[in-house]
Nanobody, 122 residues
Framework: VQLQASGGGLVQAGRSLRLSCAASGRTFSNYYMGWFRQAPGKEREFVAAISWSGSSTSYADSVKGRFTISRDNAKNTVYLEMNSLKPEDTAVYYC????????????????WGQGTLVTVSS
């Protein structure tokens, strides 16, 4: 499956941004979807994941209550709604896909998008 992330940009702290990730090439609903991020000088970290049907979601503690992951299987797209953004949310955000249930270890995910940069100014 091919993944194309979009929606990043420069935003002030406290504002919102929505990322999208469009998938192609395989049956989208067969894949568990996730978002990861990598800040400058840091390792890539788990942000959120959503199950095949969208009935189950998981979040990193740092974004819980502020970010929402969702998916539209008819549009082959997964979203990450980011609210109350903080400067520490600044990172390149990646979408990822895997066939089996998610794990927070990024090395276990099979497919990756190219990343979209989110910059939060204070």
């Amino acid at each position: 499956v091919q993944l194309q992330a979009s929606g990043g940009g420069l935003v002030q702290a406290g504002r919102s941004l929505r990322l999208s990730c469009a998938a192609s090439g395989r049956t989208f609903s067969n894949y568990y979807m996730g978002w990861f991020r990598q800040a400058p000088g840091k390792e890539r970290e788990f942000v959120a994941a959503i199950s095949w049907s969208g009935s189950s979601t998981s979040y990193a503690d740092s974004v819980k209550g502020r970010f929402t992951i969702s998916r539209d299987n008819a549009k082959n797209t997964v979203y990450l709604e980011m609210n109350s953004l903080k400067p520490e949310d600044t990172a390149v955000y990646y979408c990822a896909a895997r066939l089996s249930r998610y794990q927070r270890d990024d090395k276990s995910w099979n497919y990756w998008g190219q990343g979209t940069l989110v910059t939060v100014s204070s």
